[in-house]
């Protein structure tokens, strides 16, 4: 059984436009099933199981079984919630990912904080031997003449310095050092938004990255779940249109569609 959500997600206009043909028992027992179905993920195929999910005797039932049986695929499987439930686990696997990295963003910045101990300590050794080259018992050593060997030197210093913090190799191309930034890496989960989105042409990515990092962790899961709604409709439209002149869908950027909260309007 696949995780989910305790609420099932519910479009009534879809619903009464489906079940108008239906009386009140016919519903009432197609409601039935399909809340079962959202709990345990499947229904039995046995008419008396179904029946008592449906809250039917087996003689109200078989009457009526073949109207409701084609709301459902064969094996009494339904694609409307089946899609929903892979959804909804992958709404939850998204926040349990969310959460981990949050005690690992924890953990960096903990570990960033040590690194940043050790770099004041370096900066405080440099500066005390700055002041030691300085002072009077220094003066042997200075008007060309050499250290001992066993005294450090600033280059030396400088290399120990800097070999905390080596190069970037993406900071170079060719052998040559070069002044543009690196480019961010875009995240796994906004990278799985992209593409199942069905970008129009020319859309811009990093434009629609800028716009997705704005939104808070729930709207981001609410984002995506709109975005393979989107998705299921463009398919759907664009067969629906095979025989047309111009069979094409209008679907906005991704960066409308995150900036204007279009999933809103589909919930």
């Given at each position: ?64 079984r ?10 009494w ?7 929903e ?67 450090p ?8 310095t ?61 984002c ?27 679907v ?16």
């Amino acid at each position: 059984m696949s995780e989910r959500a305790a609420f099932m997600p519910m479009y009534w206009a879809d619903f009464l436009a489906d079940t108008s043909h239906l009386d009140a028992t016919e519903t009432g027992a197609y409601l039935l099933l399909i809340a079962h179905y959202w709990r345990v993920g499947s229904l039995p195929d046995n008419d008396v199981q179904l029946a008592r999910i449906a809250r039917l005797s087996v003689k109200q039932w078989v009457p009526r079984r073949a109207i409701i049986e084609a709301f459902f695929q064969p094996g009494w499987r339904h694609k409307r919630i089946d899609k929903e439930l892979e959804s909804s686990s992958r709404r939850i696997e998204a926040k349990r990912e969310s959460g981990s990295k949050g005690g690992k963003a924890k953990a960096l910045k903990n570990k960033d904080a040590a690194v940043a101990d050790a770099t004041n300590s370096l900066e405080q050794n440099d500066s005390s031997r700055a002041r030691l080259l300085r002072s009077p018992e220094s003066q042997p050593y200075q008007n060309g003449a050499a250290p001992p060997s066993d005294s450090p030197s600033s280059t030396d210093s400088q290399s120990q310095t800097l070999s905390l913090f080596p190069p970037n190799p993406d900071d170079e191309e060719n052998g040559e050092k070069s002044d543009k930034p690196a480019r961010e890496a875009y995240p796994e989960e906004f990278a799985e938004l992209w593409e199942d989105y069905p970008n129009p042409p020319n859309g811009s990515k990093l434009k629609a990255f800028q716009a997705w990092k704005k939104l808070k962790a729930d709207a981001k899961l609410d984002c995506h779940e709109g975005a393979l709604r989107m998705a299921d409709y463009a398919v759907s439209e664009r067969a629906r249109r095979a025989g047309w002149k111009d069979p094409s869908v209008p679907v906005p950027h991704l960066v409308t569609y995150i900036n204007q909260r279009r999933w809103e309007s589909s919930q």
